[in-house]
């Protein structure tokens, strides 16, 4: 796929969430460096000050309460008129929760589709209106390739990141007519802060009989560190794709997250054909 340079060198406006660690910090420090406009959102805006660096004309700190959708539209709402336009909206905060779906309680889950979901939805309801008047933009989603090949223990991390894939592989097709690009990121494992307590919730009340869980969540725990991906060459794979005039709906980022991918596209293939006869035999007869 060719990228057009005038498309993708040209300044633009951005709008970041979950900007004060992460892909989103990353993301806003390397579209400061290339002169790009940026809104960047925390519920922390002091440690996205004190991380990303003093306000100047090209950067936006600004506080959102995603699960808020008031909250969100202000936000929307500021980064388009101190900007005078809104051109790439990602989607990028969320956490992980860890647990059998027996030991996380409705709280937790309730909170976990919030911030994971629903603050996607948020901000995609509030930016779509500048969109659509504008017919152009980019919309990318922060998913994971938990939502395509998900861990033993992880199941509501999985749901809510199969939602997201979901809602975009749908929204794509919804607003490509008007102007409008859609692409959902699935990363795999990369060296962020995402295993520490801030960005992971593991189950209050573990049950003695999921010895599996706790092994899953024990190896991926051991993992802090020392994941293979680096988090600065995923920020330019981002902003690569934003550049490009035709991005993908889907992109996987990690070696691991290719080959997780891969394997259960081979495992869906296996199960769907083996039961081809009978998905087959629904019709009535006759």
């Not at 922060?142 to 199969?162: C, D, H, M, Q």
């Not at 102007?179 to 802060?193: D, E, L, Q, Y």
């Amino acid at each position: 796929m060719k990228n057009n340079s005038n498309y993708e060198n040209k300044s633009r406006v951005w709008f970041i969430t979950g900007a004060s660690k992460g892909f989103g910090l990353s993301l806003v420090k390397q579209l400061l460096a290339a002169g790009q406009k940026v809104a960047a959102t925390s519920r922390y805006v002091d440690s996205l000050l004190k991380a990303a660096g003093e306000v100047s004309e090209n950067f936006l700190p600004l506080y959102a309460n995603l699960a808020d959708d008031k909250s969100v539209a202000n936000a929307i709402e500021t980064a388009y008129n101190t900007f005078n336009g809104l051109d790439v909206v990602i989607n990028n905060a969320g956490y992980g929760i860890g647990g059998s779906i027996e030991e996380l309680t409705d709280e937790e889950a309730r909170e976990s589709f919030d911030v994971n979901v629903f603050g996607t939805l948020n901000v995609i309801r509030a930016a779509m209106p500048y969109l659509r008047g504008q017919q152009s933009g980019h919309i990318i989603n922060i998913s994971s390739v938990a939502g395509i090949a998900p861990a033993t223990g992880w199941a509501l991390y999985a749901a809510t990141k199969f939602a997201v894939i979901g809602l975009s592989q749908v929204l794509a097709e919804d607003v490509k007519s008007m102007g409008i690009k859609v692409t959902v990121v699935a990363p795999g494992a990369f060296r962020t802060n995402f295993l520490s307590g801030d960005s992971l919730v593991i189950a209050k009340n573990p049950i003695d009989a999921y010895a599996e869980v706790r092994d899953s969540h024990a190896r991926y725990l051991q993992m802090d560190g020392k994941q293979a991906g680096d988090p600065e060459k995923a920020a330019a794979a981002i902003i690569r794709i934003a550049g490009e005039e035709n991005p993908p709906v889907h992109l996987l980022l990690g070696e691991d997250a290719y080959n997780r991918a891969m394997n259960k596209l081979e495992v869906l293939e296996h199960e769907f054909k083996l039961n081809e006869e009978l998905s087959k035999s629904m019709a009535y007869q006759g």
